[in-house]
């Protein structure tokens, strides 16, 4: 099978690597976009137009599994909710 045609699954919890094979972190959550990694505390997160000051007070955390929304400072163990695991949180940006 040929590189371009090789099927990758990316689940939730799944470890992501750079391209030396170093662990950077695991999968979140998706949306339209992509995927979101917690990264691992020895890794250096660069900041884009998603983590700006300009846009830091519309990154919000929500439930996959009920869609309940908060402040990311403020990011729960548990959805209070649903009660989901924090496994079911991802960082989510408002409009």
Same mark, same amino acid.
């Given at each position: 099978?040929? +590189?371009? *045609?090789?099927q990758?699954?990316v689940?939730?919890g799944?470890?992501?690597?750079? /391209?030396?094979? %170093?662990?950077?972190?695991?999968?979140r959550?998706f949306d339209? *976009?992509?995927?979101y990694?917690t990264? %691992?505390?020895d890794v250096?997160v660069?900041? /884009?137009?998603t983590?700006? *000051?300009?846009?830091?007070?519309?990154?919000?955390?929500?439930?996959?599994k009920?869609?309940?929304?908060?402040?990311?400072?403020?990011i729960? +163990? +548990?959805?209070?909710?649903? %009660?989901?695991?924090?496994?079911?949180i991802?960082?989510?940006?408002e409009d």
């Amino acid at each position: 099978m040929s +590189e371009q *045609s090789q099927q990758l699954t990316v689940d939730v919890g799944r470890m992501v690597y750079d /391209d030396e094979g %170093n662990e950077l972190g695991t999968v979140r959550g998706f949306d339209e *976009s992509g995927f979101y990694v917690t990264a %691992n505390e020895d890794v250096t997160v660069l900041e /884009d137009e998603t983590t700006s *000051s300009d846009h830091r007070d519309a990154i919000m955390w929500r439930c996959w599994k009920c869609g309940e929304m908060g402040q990311i400072e403020d990011i729960p +163990e +548990e959805c209070p909710s649903c %009660n989901a695991p924090k496994e079911e949180i991802y960082y989510w940006q408002e409009d």
